[in-house]
């Protein structure tokens, strides 16, 4: 007989399962009463290989190991007010000390004004491991999307590359933003803020110790 992976049980596989299986059913029987087990089980083979077939794959899944846990700790970085409006088309232009490169530009086309509005405060993991974009979301609070305003101001408060919320020593800052997700980095030769765009959920695997930025 196999199993849905079409490798047979021996019969010495079999009797190892039954001896296991033997030895958990009067512990497992305790509470109840023989006659009653006995009249439960009449004629009722189809209903208790189902439910023992439920209880082997659960038992099976909780038998796989836990992944290890993307991000880490999280610390808050406070950003704003926005005072002006802000037009995320007209600062995300590559320009002396800002590189913008990718899919940026064109996906900014479609972008609208924000108004002034409030401070926000971040949420700041570093990565654990490497990990998909799609990993990293999922251990994310809702509504973690951060809007662009919030990256210029990041960007412009260490406009030289002085110590500051984003890393400068070479890690990307990782940002969700409604449909897309920004990655910006200081790129020490040249003395720029890299700033470029991955599409949700395609992306690439990211490598352990950059941070992820979010709105929770």
Partial sequence: MSGTSGTAFSLNQFAEI???VTQALPKALADHDPKAVLAALEGRGEVLTRHLHEAFRSLLVDSIPERPKVLGPATEVSVGPLVEAFDPRIFFQTREGLNVWGDLKRML???TIEQPTDAMVLKRRALLRSAYDSEIK?????????????????????????????PTDGSVAIFYTPGYSMRVYWHRASRQWMVCVWWHPGSGRLIEDHLVFSHN
């Fill in 18 to 20: 039954n001896a296991r």
């Fill in 109 to 111: 086309r479609s972008a």
């Fill in 138 to 166: 999922a251990e994310l609070p809702m509504d973690y999307e951060v809007p662009p305003w919030v990256i210029a101001e990041l960007i412009e408060a260490q406009r030289e590359g002085q110590d500051g919320s984003l």
